[in-house]
């Protein structure tokens, strides 16, 4: 074999060893921004709880003092009192930031990896691993794998158990999937691990929480029939990120925005076994997102 052969067998290597560590330190700033990004959303819903109960204890001596003094001032100084202790009970400070601005630094990331999987003409879907304990070790984590085969291919779990982004058997990639902080949060707002309840209790309690609770989508509805499960979001605070993500083609047709990549990560965690995003479609007017899921059946 001569040096050239030698160079020519060694250069995938050297490519493929670079592009993991990109993709890896990629996924490290994800994850810090994501961390970063929930911190701020939990400052943000702390109320002033220390200041209100001191308001509403200092307002109720002054009115049950009122009561013995009769003395009208001090009933008004305590009802004042009161009434501000509870409306700082419930307020929450919001600190209000500019989805262009998060979308900004969300697409970049997105379009480095569409970069990779064409670089390495990765033909097959994105399956969306269910992260059962001794797969993905723990409830709380997640993996994407996406084959070079254009078929659908669950790859062992010797493969995906560990950190490994390149999988050789059979030849694949294995990403964090950009929803993974989302699902996370989800959960953390129900009290309720995913992996533990089943697609019934999503279907009953997502929509709240994405109505209600998070004020990310003024509807949200999910059907299921058969294998597909069909996820119709309305009013969704995404809508202008996912006319970007569509550009990606490697990313919104099998990947998933994070929103979509999101609901993906709950179904896999419910159902307990491999999901595929089968299509999604997005009004004109980007108001109404429908997805559909495939539960692939082992």
Same mark, same amino acid.
């Given at each position: 074999?001569?040096?050239?052969? &030698?160079? #020519?067998?060694? *250069? %995938?290597?050297?490519? @493929?060893? +670079? ?8 996924? /490290? ?119 070079? &085969?254009? #078929?659908?291919? *669950? %790859?062992?779990?010797? @493969?995906? +158990? ?8 059979? /030849? ?127």
């Amino acid at each position: 074999m001569t040096n050239a052969d &030698k160079k #020519e067998k060694t *250069l %995938p290597t050297q490519k @493929e060893t +670079s592009i993991q560590a990109l993709i890896e330190r990629i996924q /490290q700033l994800e994850s810090a921004k994501e961390a970063l990004r929930l911190e701020l959303w939990k400052q943000g819903r702390k109320p002033s709880g220390r200041i209100a109960y001191i308001l509403l204890f200092f307002g109720a001596a002054s009115v049950i003092s009122s009561i013995f003094y009769v003395s009208t001032i001090l009933a008004f100084i305590g009802l004042t009192l009161i009434f501000w202790g509870a409306l700082l009970l419930f307020m929450k400070p919001i600190r209000y930031v500019k989805t262009s601005l998060l979308d900004s630094t969300a697409i970049s990331s997105l379009t480095t990896i569409d970069h990779v999987i064409s670089e390495f003409n990765y033909k097959g879907k994105a399956v969306y691993l269910p992260p059962l304990p001794y797969f993905l070790k723990g409830y709380k984590g997640g993996v994407v794998y996406i084959s070079s &085969k254009e #078929e659908i291919i *669950l %790859p062992p779990v010797h @493969e995906v +158990s560990g950190k490994k982004v390149f999988v050789k058997n059979p /030849q694949g990639i294995c990403i964090v999937p950009p929803g993974l902080s989302l699902v996370n949060l989800y959960e953390k707002e129900l009290g309720k691990e995913f992996a533990k309840v089943d697609l019934e209790y999503l279907k009953n309690n997502l929509p709240r929480l994405f109505i209600e609770n998070l004020e990310i989508a003024k509807n949200l509805e999910i059907n299921k029939e058969n294998s597909l499960i069909h996820v119709k979001i309305t009013g969704s605070v995404y809508k202008d990120f996912c006319t970007e993500v569509r550009k990606l083609s490697n990313i919104c047709h099998s990947f998933g925005c994070p929103l979509c990549s999101s609901i993906a990560c709950a179904l896999s965690r419910a159902v307990g076994k491999p999901i595929t995003i089968e299509k999604n479609e997005v009004s004109p007017d980007g108001n109404v997102i429908e997805a559909y899921y495939r539960v692939i059946e082992e």
